[in-house]
T-cell receptor
Framework: DTGVSQNPRHKITKRGQNVTFRCDPI?????LYWYRQTLGQGPEFLTY????????KSRLLSDRFSAERPKGSFSTLEIQRTEQGDSAMYLC?????????????FGPGTRLTVT | GENVEQHPSTLSVQEGDSAVIKCTYS??????FPWYKQELGKRPQLIID?????GEKKDQRIAVTLNKTAKHFSLHITETQPEDSAVYFC?????????FGAGTILRVKS
């Protein structure tokens, strides 16, 4: 499968714990995005990277959230001191800067449940 | 502000009929409008998109129309089939990111 992959697919954690998710984009894509999706809603933008540079962060991304893309390939999203309101599907997407740079392709998501 | 409204929230059609989903956006600077299909428990899949320099685009049974003056765009599915049943999301670009509508649950009854 050469599409966007995410791990883990499911994560159950207790309130107050830290969690980390990983996203592997399509190999030639240099833009990587994180979105959050709650039940019955469309994905909401969290942040994006152009290569290893994090260029935009949503106001939704509190200081408990941090994302990295150290070598411009895979990315990690960490949530510290999780809260029940963090329960959601975390989606990663990637795109190629250039002629078709608008097209974003999504991974299967990581479903986080905070108990 | 950045906002995309999508209607209707649910849509039931008989197999073979057409389905139309409509979206409006707020920022006239938006220039890219994709549509995604999401089946239960699966990733959103890009099914068709349109850029601001085009008024209509068609791909087999699906088509998208764009009215930049009114800030409206629509998805049209003809000859619907049971496998078209899913949640459909419209989105509008705001610089690099996408802002999504709340989704339309489409049910195709056979």
């Amino acid at each position: 499968d050469t599409g966007v992959s995410q791990n883990p697919r499911h994560k159950i954690t207790k309130r107050g714990q830290n969690v980390t998710f990983r996203c592997d984009p399509i190999s030639e894509h240099n833009r990587l995005y994180w979105y959050r999706q709650t039940l019955g809603q469309g994905p909401e933008f969290l942040t994006y990277f152009q290569n290893e540079a994090q260029l935009e962060k949503s106001r939704l991304l509190s200081d408990r959230f941090s994302a990295e893309r150290p070598k411009g390939s895979f990315s990690t999203l960490e949530i510290q001191r999780t809260e029940q309101g963090d329960s959601a599907m975390y989606l990663c997407a990637s795109s190629l800067d250039g002629g078709r740079s608008y097209e974003q392709y999504f991974g299967p998501g990581t479903r986080l449940t905070v108990t | 502000g950045e906002n995309v409204e999508q209607h209707p929230s649910t849509l039931s059609v008989q197999e073979g009929d057409s389905a139309v989903i409509k979206c409006t956006y707020s920022d006239s600077a938006s220039n890219y409008f994709p549509w995604y299909k999401q089946e239960l428990g699966k990733r959103p899949q890009l099914i068709i998109d349109i850029r601001s320099n085009v008024g209509e685009k068609k791909d087999q049974r699906i088509a998208v129309t764009l009215n930049k003056t009114a800030k409206h765009f629509s998805l049209h599915i003809t000859e619907t089939q049971p496998e078209d049943s899913a949640v459909y999301f419209c989105a509008a670009s705001y610089w690099v990111k996408l802002v999504f509508g709340a989704g339309t649950i489409l049910r195709v009854k056979s």
